[in-house]
T-cell receptor, first 114, second 115 residues
Framework: AQKVTQAQTEISVVEKEDVTLDCVYE???????LFWYKQPPSGELVFLIR??????QNEISGRYSWNFQKSTSSFNFTITASQVVDSAVYFC???????????FGSGTRLLVRP | NAGVTQTPKFQVLKTGQSMTLQCAQD?????MSWYRQDPGMGLRLIHY???????DQGEVPNGYNVSRSTTEDFPLRLLSAAPSQTSVYFC??????????????FGPGTRLLVL
């Protein structure tokens, strides 16, 4: 079975704070893919990153960074110096190589206050 | 490229009515899928298609039908709407399964209210 857990339902920070969104996954596949999507208040789903299971390098893109740790089955997302425009719901998702299905976590709502 | 488009943006139905949610993509993607999003539950897969003429069920297929006669279009049909189908529906498409470019891109969503 495949499962994605985002234990943080809602996080509230003040602008310029750093914030980390947690994602823990379960899969029996040896090859799998992890994703993060952003859903701003306007409602669309915006692709942020894809990480393959065989590539454990962490990635940084501007103020965003992702920490993939196979040993703890986690794929955490950090926003540095948060801004009000970062306020959104963030989804972590998993796709195993044995399945066509993309499994989503329940999402973390991030509120960045000015 | 228009990407993934969905119509309508918003729809109100009465219980028992039928309707079709339209989804189209102009990226020549093989894989297309439908999800529903309910509060606190993330997105759940309804049906998916790996190519024209091929469809399969996802996690929550009951009450929905799909067909894929062309690469571009993947409509979702509600045969007899129920209040439990009130949700936001997203269509997605992606590059070929199993390739390094396989990433699902989502349409803008259709908000459905069943009274």
């Amino acid at each position: 079975a495949q499962k994605v857990t985002q234990a943080q339902t809602e996080i509230s920070v003040v602008e310029k704070e750093d914030v980390t969104l947690d994602c823990v996954y379960e899969t029996r596949d040896t090859t799998y893919y992890l994703f993060w999507y952003k859903q701003p208040p306007s409602g669309e789903l915006v692709f942020l990153i894809r990480r393959n299971s065989f590539d454990e390098q962490n990635e940084i893109s501007g103020r965003y960074s992702w920490n993939f740790q196979k040993s703890t089955s986690s794929f955490n997302f950090t926003i540095t110096a948060s801004q009000v425009v970062d306020s959104a719901v963030y989804f972590c998702a998993l796709k195993g190589d044995s399945s066509y299905k993309l499994i989503f976590g329940s999402g973390t709502r991030l509120l960045v206050r000015p | 490229n228009a990407g993934v488009t969905q119509t309508p943006k918003f729809q109100v139905l009465k219980t028992g009515q039928s309707m079709t949610l339209q989804c189209a993509q102009d990226m020549n993607h093989e894989y297309m899928s439908w999800y529903r999003q309910d509060p606190g539950m993330g997105l759940r897969l309804i049906h998916y298609s790996v190519g024209a003429g091929i469809t399969d069920q996802g996690e929550v297929p009951n009450g929905y039908n799909v067909s894929r006669s062309t690469t571009e279009d993947f409509p979702l049909r509600l045969l007899s709407a129920a209040p439990s189908q009130t949700s936001v529906y997203f269509c997605a498409s992606s590059y070929p399964i199993g390739t390094s470019e396989e990433t699902q891109y989502f349409g803008p969503g259709t908000r459905l209210l069943v009274l």
